[in-house]
């Protein structure tokens, strides 16, 4: 079992920054790919940006030049930068990661944090 802890959500203006992170802690597993998706009021959850163990990231053009993913992979932590922030990038975050615990692929979500941008 791998569990995932998020932090760094919260109330920020139009404009501002927030930094997302997430670590991944349990017994014998490997991190593969992490990132990070969000969820808007009655919408679908979407793919925000992701990066694999070799440091290959993909995101979306939403957020393009002003999100950045990284990780720490001594620490299995993931980590997302967020600047000039938009109200349309409220939502609750949530960190992904696909890791093989005991040589068995699993993929994990964390709980979920909320980030809210006022105008």
């Known amino acids: 079992q791998v569990q995932l802890v998020e932090s760094g959500g919260g109330l920020v203006q139009a404009g501002g920054s927030l930094r997302l992170s997430c670590a991944a802690s349990g017994d014998g597993f490997r991190v593969n790919a992490m990132g990070w998706y969000r969820q808007a009021p009655g919408k679908q959850r979407e793919l925000v940006t992701t990066?694999?163990?070799?440091?290959?990231?993909n995101c979306a053009d939403s957020v393009k030049g002003r999100f950045t993913i990284s990780r720490d992979n001594a620490k299995n932590t993931v980590y997302l930068q967020m600047n000039s922030l938009k109200p349309e990038d409220t939502a609750v975050y949530y960190c992904?990661?696909?890791?093989?615990?005991?040589?068995?692929?699993?993929?994990?979500w964390g709980h979920g944090t909320q980030v809210t941008v006022s105008s």
């Open positions: 990066i694999t163990s070799g440091g290959s990231t």
């Open positions: 992904y990661v696909e890791v093989v615990v005991w040589s068995l692929p699993r993929n994990y």
